[in-house]
Structures are given as structure tokens and as C-alpha cells.
T-cell receptor, first 111, second 113 residues
């Protein structure tokens, strides 16, 4: 059974600090990795994705992949209260149609 | 906004009744998905479609059926609703050539009494 695991949290981070979110995946052949943000009562929205060939930075967000240890990280620099949300990690194991989803980590940014 | 709407947005029904949820998209995407989301479980795939009349089961398909007679509409039917199907249901689309990038509708909150 292919799995993606995340710490459910909540992860509490002071405003202005770096928030670090992790997820681990079981399928070593996974090709691409996705981070979605979900505000309470809303639908998930894609914020970052990376492929197996490297890390990616986009503004305050950085996604990093550690293939040897099979985990992917999302770093949020200069955290803002508006970053408070649940962050879902999803992995594409190579299938065109399906993602394997983690259960999400709740992030709270304290002013 | 990927032009995805879901209807109804909220529904309360009784055990044993059939329920149909509708997902409508305006951009002719080929791939569409139905998920349910429950606390502690994240998103679980119910069914997906890769074209008109082309559908397949996901990991939690028991008790659900789908139909896609037009590109823009993907219907999810609970044949005989049970309390365990109380959940938030999300529809999503995936643009062709962009594996893994999914865009979600606003969701339907379903309560089965």
C-alpha cells in the first residue's frame, strides 16, 4: 500500500519565523510531489510542486526533496498569520491519474 | 479559479435515500475526480474520469457510482446513503499534461441522518 504520512500538528510558529513542514512517502519510484494549502472550510489549493530532479523556491516558499530518506519538506520564510492553514502533501507515484495524499499538518502562525 | 462549481453546496438527507452530487466545469478538462474528506483521513479518492463515459474506481468506491455523459459534468451518486457517508465531498480537475496538479471545486457538505 502506497502511503504518504504527515504529522497532524498543530505546528505553532511565531510570526516572522520559518515554518518547516515535512511528509514522508513510501513509494521510492514517486515522480513528483505537491503541497496544497487548505484554509478552514475551504477547498485545497496548489501552492508548490517539485519533480524528482530538484528543489524549488517561489517567493517565501521552498520545497525540498530528500530522495534517500524519502521525505519532502515545505519551508515558509517570514511566516504570516495568513499562512495559518492545513498543508496537504501529495505524491504522484507515476500514475497519470491519481495522487496519494497525506492527512495534512495544521499550521498556526502566532502574531 | 478553474471554473469548477459543485451543487448542492450543503445537503441533509436520511439513511437509505439516493443522493446525487454534481460537479460542473467550464474549461473542457478531460480528467475529473471525486474525493471525500474526513477528519484524520485527508483526501480519499472515490472515482475518477479520464473522458466522457470513461470512469474508474478509487480507493473508497463502495456505495458510490459516477457518470459522465458530457465533458463538463461529472455526477456522483450515493445509491443508498448511510451515516458513514457523511462527509465533505470535493470535485477536482486536472489539466492535461500536468500530472498531479489538481484544482478543486468549493465542496459539498453532506450529512446523512
Amino acid at each position: 500500500q502506497k502511503e504518504v504520512e504527515q504529522n497532524s500538528g498543530p505546528l505553532s510558529v511565531p510570526e516572522g519565523a520559518i515554518a518547516s513542514l515535512n511528509c514522508t512517502y513510501s513509494d521510492r519510484g514517486s515522480q513528483s510531489f505537491f503541497w496544497y494549502r487548505q484554509y478552514s472550510g475551504k477547498s485545497p489549493e496548489l501552492i508548490m510542486f517539485i519533480y524528482s530532479n530538484g528543489d524549488k523556491e517561489d517567493g517565501r516558499f521552498t520545497a525540498q526533496l530528500n530522495k534517500a530518506s524519502q521525505y519532502v519538506s515545505l519551508l515558509i520564510r517570514d511566516s504570516q498569520p495568513s499562512d495559518s492553514a492545513t498543508y496537504l502533501c501529495a505524491v504522484n507515484p507515476g500514475s497519470n491519474y491519481q495522487l496519494i495524499w497525506g492527512a495534512g499538518t495544521k499550521l498556526i502562525i502566532k502574531p | 479559479d478553474a471554473g469548477i462549481t459543485q451543487s448542492p453546496r450543503h445537503k441533509v438527507t436520511e439513511t437509505g435515500t439516493p443522493v446525487t452530487l454534481r460537479c460542473h466545469q467550464t474549461e473542457n478538462h478531460r480528467y475529473m475526480y471525486w474525493y471525500r474528506q474526513d477528519p484524520g483521513h485527508g483526501l480519499r479518492l472515490i472515482h475518477y474520469s479520464y473522458g466522457v463515459k470513461d470512469t474508474d474506481k478509487g480507493e473508497v468506491s463502495d456505495g458510490y457510482s459516477v457518470s459522465r455523459s458530457k465533458t463538463e459534468d461529472f455526477l456522483l451518486t450515493l445509491e443508498s446513503a448511510t451515516s458513514s457517508q457523511t462527509s465533505v465531498y470535493f470535485c477536482a480537475i486536472r489539466p492535461s499534461g500536468r500530472a498531479g496538479e489538481q484544482f478543486f471545486g468549493p465542496g459539498t457538505r453532506l450529512t446523512v441522518l
